[in-house]
C-alpha cells in the first residue's frame, strides 16, 4: 500500500529492484505531491523511491513536481 512506500533522496545502502522511473506534476504542496507519488509506486509494485527529487514550480501555478526512481527492496 502506498503508506509502506518509503522515500529516499539518495540510494540506500540495501539490495533493491529497479522498476522504473516515476514523476509528478501536481498542484498543492509537497506533501501533496509526496503523497500522489506513494500510491503510484505502489501501483505498480515499488515498495520505494530512491534519488527523489523536488521541484516546486512559480508561485504563479502553485504546483509540485516530485520525481525519483522506482523500486523493490529486498
Known sequence: S???VR??????????????????DTPGNGEKALSKLKEKVAKIGANAVINTELVKFNSFSARTGISGVAVKLN
Do not use: L, N, R
Open 2 to 4: 502506498s503508506s509502506e
Open 7 to 24: 522515500i529516499f533522496a539518495g540510494t540506500p545502502d540495501v539490495d533493491y529492484v529497479v522498476i522504473g522511473s516515476v514523476a509528478i
